[in-house]
């Protein structure tokens, strides 16, 4: 897959007192995934043209993709393809890369949202609100053993944005 | 063209008092912010400003202060390479969420093309981490300036 044409739409920054080996185990597999990320499991085939997937609790398909590049542990990235109705057909793929960096004693990890087409505020509502969750209970559950309960619904602005464009949203 | 602005937001497992003491107070900000004192009475139209090994770095006039949901600060670096850009705004927004505060930073009235912004956007990831880390494990972090790579900061 050519990605030379996404551009960066959300990037989010976080330093974490961890290792990047860990850092990439927590990204990767399902053990660490099922705590920091509202009970998803992560299910990674860590090669290139391998499959993606985030399991929902009841073992549906959540985030279906394929991984793009594969670097353990500096950098993964992969296709996020949220499985709703007509998603990919109306907005096109959207291009997750992890950068896991040393900093010192610590680790910075880089999230960027990639689309390859200019993406509307209130779609990217949905990112904006669910990253800095997401890895904020990460970086709790790497540094003191315990992820954060953030219980959270998806912003309404995107739901309505994606009804509009005709995307179905359960 | 999007609005030249720093927008943070993290979720920390601590009470919204400890995290504005956390904010206002030069004994915590030590320590997650590499030695910065921040000095203020925290009244609204009272001074404001950052003091890094004995020089004072920035300044500023408190906007808005409402213990401990909003603080609000302007904020004017005196280096040579930032003083001629006029001053930003800070703004600390905190919100109970059921046992956690989800603190949002919005650093902005940024000029266009501005270098403040660039450095402020490596900036603040950095300090606001160390500041959850130091809340919820009683560590900051030690993540030395040049992993930042910002721009004449060594």
Known sequence: MDISQFKPAIVYTIYIASTPEKVWQALTTAEFSRKYFSGFAVEAELKVGGAFVARAPDGSVHIGGEVIECDPPKKLTITWNVNWPALVE????????????????????????????????????????????????????????????????????????????????? | MSKPEFVYVTYIETTPEKLWEALTKSEFSERYWW???ILSTWKVGSPFALEWRGTVTDTGVIVEADPPRRLSYTWSNASEEFRNERPSRVTFVLEPYGKLVKLTLTHEDFEQDSKMLQGISKGWPAIMSSLKSMLESGQALDVPLAALKIEGVE
């Open chain 1, 90 to 170: 109306k907005l096109g793929v959207t291009l997750v890369t992890y950068e896991i960096e040393q900093a010192g004693d610590a680790v910075k990890l880089t999230l960027i949202q990639a689309h390859d087409r200019p993406i509307d505020d209130d779609i990217l509502s949905g990112g904006r609100q669910g990253w800095p969750a997401i890895l904020s209970s990460l970086k709790s559950l790497l540094e003191t053993g315990e992820a954060l309960t953030i219980k959270m619904e998806p912003p309404q602005r995107m739901l309505a944005a994606l009804k509009k464009m005709g995307i179905a949203t359960p």
């Open chain 2, 35 to 37: 030695g910065t004192k």
